[in-house]
């Protein structure tokens, strides 16, 4: 079997996980963190196709490099936002971040 | 000799008509007006059938049939409408046109005082009109559209004083009784409309099919017997006999007009009209004689024990009709012939006993016999009117009540001797119940307090007029007829009804007329038996027990199905509806990670849609 698919399930499994923790956790900052879980899952992904892929070159490498950067801008975003809504709502319940009337 | 004036008849049925719409649409406030419209109406309607009568006096005209307007058509069949005139309908039309003209007289001076006197009169106009153009019809369609019509001016009349919740419970109670006989009425009509030969209705067809024997024996008496229940509903005969008595709650010229005179005596009318079926069927012929003597010999009891003046008289109408219907029974053209002639005195002096009656409540406007007493001093013309009706109704010599009913029984003693002693002995127990009415209202003294004076004019004339008429009555009807007086007569037959008649009168005049017996002896005496009788044997309570009460809990049940099971059916539905968009609800709540859920699930499907294809071949 090839070696690639040990790479690809433990990024899924990764994947997976974030995936789980983003879509059920009440704490915000869990959501975050679980949302740099799946984005990591991803560039294993990448580095992995860019040496044993089907094309192996050094884009996948480079590539990953800029999904980092981006998720370092996003988090500093998003805790950004977080620490808005906290300081107006005073909660960091994700259940509780939302304007339908009641 | 082609008749004159009965190719005119349909005026007969115009005038009333007329008066009755042109009352409606003018005359609600005039009073004056409705009062000279309807008296109009009905005296040009009167007018007419006497020339109609004493053109066919002395065998002079035929008979005349008009049936030319096709009412309605289907197949093959067509149904017409139109009148004819025969002997028994061009006697029924003088005397329904003469006793309507004198209760429009009368009715003038009684319902002076009534607001609603513009009503009246339109009501009395329509049913004149209904009565009048049940007696025309030509077949037996017709003349059901106009009994109910008849059925329905009786409910409205009834109930005229409509605040009363008395006359309101008592007009319901005609409708719905006399109804249950049109039901038995309506089935006989489609017997008939199914067995006879070219599905026809007309009364000649029906004459000359039954006549000739061509009609199968079940039919003859399955159509008699259903024709017979609806004459037991309109001319209240035992058992839906219990609408009549309660029919007082009524203005009391209704009274003389419906329920003694015309409506009543519309069921003996159907009867004579079909009687070729029930002469072909002795199983009916048995019925109707039987019935009938059994409810004349049922309602004399009951009236010897009542103490509303109008409640003795609508028992007696109720006993008189049992007469006319025992005559019809006996199967003979002489039962026919007597049964007619009663119909014919009868309706005169029953008209008369009520319309007295009706001065007597309108002067002192009391009802109950018990409280009355002494008015023979301050009435002396209703005393006399209502003597003469009185006399009449006990059949005493020379009136005119005598001779019919001596007609009746002599035919009984040929054909059932055992009907006869019944009519003898109701015929004691009419004497009976007449006197101890006569002498209780107008013997003695004032058994309470009033102040009594003669009535005017417009109401005494009627009844004066009434009074020759139930004397001259039964010497009219054989002069009509054309036929001797004594042709009718049997002298065993004469003297046993007047020994029962004059039996009668003494006997209430020992019990009733002296001064010092004014208390109930009956009731004295035998008090079980008085109640009895003075609760009508207890028959509207049975019925309320076994036919009301059972209807009305039938119909509770429904209306808790109605509710539970049929609303129930509604409001699942709804429910259903509501749970769905509950449902719905839910995917709709602001989280954000429910909606991240929803989207991956969905891209999920979509990725096993499309990657497998590859392994299912399903494309």
């Known amino acids: 079997m090839n070696i690639v698919i040990s790479y690809l399930l433990l990024a899924a499994i990764l994947f997976c996980i974030g995936l789980y923790g983003a879509l059920s956790k009440k704490n915000a900052v869990i959501v975050l963190l679980s949302i740099e879980l799946m984005l990591n899952a991803v560039n294993l992904n990448l580095i992995a196709f860019s040496k044993y892929g089907v094309n192996p070159s050094l884009a996948g490498q480079i590539f990953s490099l800029f999904n980092i950067t981006v998720a370092a801008a996003e988090v500093a975003v998003g805790v950004a936002i977080l620490i808005s809504v906290f300081r107006t709502r005073n909660t960091s319940d994700v259940v509780d971040m939302d304007t339908m009337k009641r | ?619």
């Open chain 2, 1 to 619: 000799m082609e008749s004159v004036y009965s190719q005119y008849a349909w005026l007969i049925l115009l005038f009333p008509l007329a008066a009755f719409v042109l009352i409606l649409c003018v005359g609600r406030q005039a009073k004056t007006f409705a009062a000279v419209t309807g008296i109009v109406g009905t005296l040009a309607s009167f007018v007419v059938s006497l020339l109609i009568m004493f053109e066919r006096m002395g065998g002079g005209a035929e008979d005349y049939a008009w049936k030319e307007w096709v009412w309605l058509s289907f197949g093959e069949t067509d149904i017409a409408m139109g009148f004819e005139v025969n002997s028994l309908t061009a006697i029924m039309l003088v005397v329904v046109t003469f006793v309507s003209l004198l209760v429009n007289v009368y009715s003038r001076g009684y319902m002076a005082e009534d607001e609603r006197i513009g009503v009246f009169y339109a009501y009395i106009a329509l049913f004149t009109f209904s009565m009048l153009g049940l007696v025309l019809s030509v077949n037996l369609l017709q003349l059901y559209i106009f009994w109910e019509l008849v059925g329905v001016c009786s409910f409205l009349l009834i109930g005229f004083w409509y605040h009363k919740p008395e006359a309101i419970a008592a007009a319901k109670k005609a409708f719905i009784v006399t109804r249950i006989g049109d039901v038995g009425l309506f089935l006989g009509m489609l017997l008939l409309f199914w067995q006879m030969p070219g599905h026809s209705l007309d009364f000649l067809a029906i004459t000359n099919a039954f006549h000739n024997g061509e009609m199968p024996g079940w039919v003859a008496t399955a159509a008699a017997i259903l024709i017979f229940v609806g004459a037991v509903g309109k001319s209240g005969q035992f058992p839906l006999h219990t609408w009549l008595p309660d029919a007082m709650e009524g203005p009391t010229p209704i009274s003389a007009l419906i329920h003694a005179a015309t409506m009543v005596a519309a069921g003996v009318f159907l009867v004579a009209r079909t009687f070729d079926i029930f002469l072909a069927s002795t199983a009916a012929l048995d019925t109707v004689a039987y019935v009938g003597g059994f409810t004349a010999l049922f309602a004399a009891t009951i009236a010897i024990a009542q103490n509303d003046i109008k409640r003795v008289l609508a028992y007696s109408t109720v006993s008189q009709l049992g007469y006319m219907m025992m005559a019809l029974g006996l199967g003979t053209e002489a039962g026919k012939d007597a049964s007619m002639y009663h119909l014919f005195t009868h309706a005169f002096f029953k008209a008369l006993l009520f319309l007295a009656a009706g001065s007597v409540i309108h002067a002192i406007g009391k009802q109950d016999i018990r409280e009355m007493g002494g008015l023979a001093r301050s009435m002396k013309t209703t005393m006399w009117t209502f003597a003469a009706g009185t006399l009449a109704l006990a059949g005493i010599v020379p009136f005119g009540g005598f001779w019919s009913k001596d007609a009746i029984l002599a035919e009984a003693l040929h054909e059932h001797p055992l009907l006869f002693w019944v009519g003898v002995i109701t015929a004691f127990l009419t004497a009976l119940y007449m006197a101890r009415l006569f002498f209780l209202v107008f013997a003695g003294k004032p058994r309470s307090q009033y102040s009594a004076h003669e009535s005017p004019a417009v109401m005494t004339v009627p009844l004066v007029i009434l009074a020759v008429m139930a004397v001259a009555g039964g010497f009219a009807y054989p002069w009509i007829q054309g036929e001797s007086l004594a042709g009718h007569l049997d002298v065993t037959t004469m003297a046993l009804t007047t020994a029962a008649g004059v039996l009668g009168i003494a006997l209430g005049w020992m019990l009733y007329g002296r001064p010092k017996s004014s208390e109930d002896v009956l009731a004295a005496r035998a008090p079980w038996l008085h109640r009895l009788l003075q609760n009508k044997y207890y028959i509207d309570e049975l019925y309320d027990a076994v036919f009301v009460k059972t209807l009305r809990t039938l119909g509770y049940l429904l209306h808790l199905i109605d509710r539970f099971i049929v609303d129930g059916a509604v409001r699942l539905v709804a429910g259903g509806s509501l749970a769905l968009g509950r449902l719905g609800l839910r995917l709709q709540n602001g989280q954000l990670q429910t909606y991240g859920l929803v989207s991956l699930l969905g891209l999920v499907i979509l990725i096993i849609a499309v990657a497998g294809r590859r392994y299912f071949h399903v494309g």
